[in-house]
């Protein structure tokens, strides 16, 4: 029978799974940030931007009626990211992945925190708000105007490379979270509402392919009546325990 393991009720069954593991895929989501005190998309609708909502500022038809608002709302985001740093949650993934025979993370963040931390096999569902790509004719990157946001290419206007409301996700990154997911004997679900489509998807392939389930997650979602073991906390508190118990990793997660 299914149930929910306290943060530091590890038993000796997820242990086991997880020293044996040979392909491992983690989803992760806002949560993780928050724990590193980078506000939320809505959160971050604060001051000046409280009178906006956030479809306002993250759609194309908001950019082709003002592109300088918008930049300047992901300038700030972009700032507030920067300032954030990777947390003992991401720390503990990039650390799982040298120890994973197989291992794959698959965000729907776009703050960078993960590849800071040292993550590399990467997959950015929904972007990266510290790149840019070029909204009028996808030119190449090679002559990017970032200060101004202009492609000294065309002459035309920079956006972030991030994918925007009412925009399907890129098609080579769901479909190798597809393929990972369903391919995995292990799937992590770690800060993620479970409500977001296509990746609260994800944990429902890999289960119905066996994959062994865990969700870590601050708040009860969706998901946690159904995974395998459900740990309600901080990643950055959970993850840590969970790798030394499992691999012994302890030097880059003292902290």
Not at 85 to 98: L, S
Request: hydrophobic letters at 40%; one cysteine or more; glycine letters at 8%.
């Amino acid at each position: 029978m299914k149930k929910r393991e306290t943060a530091v009720d590890f038993p000796a069954s997820l242990i086991r799974c997880l020293h044996n593991a040979q392909k491992i895929v983690v989803v992760t989501g806002a949560g993780i940030s928050a724990e590193s005190g980078l506000p939320t998309f809505r959160d971050a609708q604060t001051g000046l931007w409280s009178k906006y909502k956030p479809e306002e500022l993250a759609t194309v038809e908001a950019f082709k009626r003002n592109p300088k608002l918008v930049w300047a709302w992901y300038s700030i985001r972009r700032a507030l990211a920067l300032r954030a740093q990777p947390n003992a949650g991401h720390i503990a993934i990039a650390e799982m992945e040298k120890r994973a025979p197989h291992f794959l993370l698959i965000t729907q963040n776009v703050d960078g925190l993960h590849a800071r931390s040292g993550s590399q096999k990467l997959v950015e569902l929904h972007g990266n708000l510290h790149r840019a790509i070029c909204f009028e004719n996808n030119c190449s990157s090679d002559k990017f105007d970032l200060t101004n946001g202009r492609c000294l290419n065309c002459g035309g206007n920079l956006r972030p490379d991030v994918v925007w409301f009412g925009e399907m996700l890129p098609a080579s990154a769901l479909g190798a979270a597809n393929r990972a997911a369903e391919e995995c004997d292990v799937f992590f679900s770690i800060g993620t509402s479970s409500r977001v489509y296509p990746a609260a998807e994800l944990w429902q392939i890999a289960s119905q392919r066996g994959a062994v389930v865990i969700e870590i997650n601050k708040d009860p979602t969706p998901l946690t009546p159904k995974a395998d073991y459900s740990f309600l906390g901080k990643a950055g508190e959970i993850l840590p325990l969970l790798m030394r118990q499992v691999w012994g990793a302890e030097e880059k997660l003292r902290n």
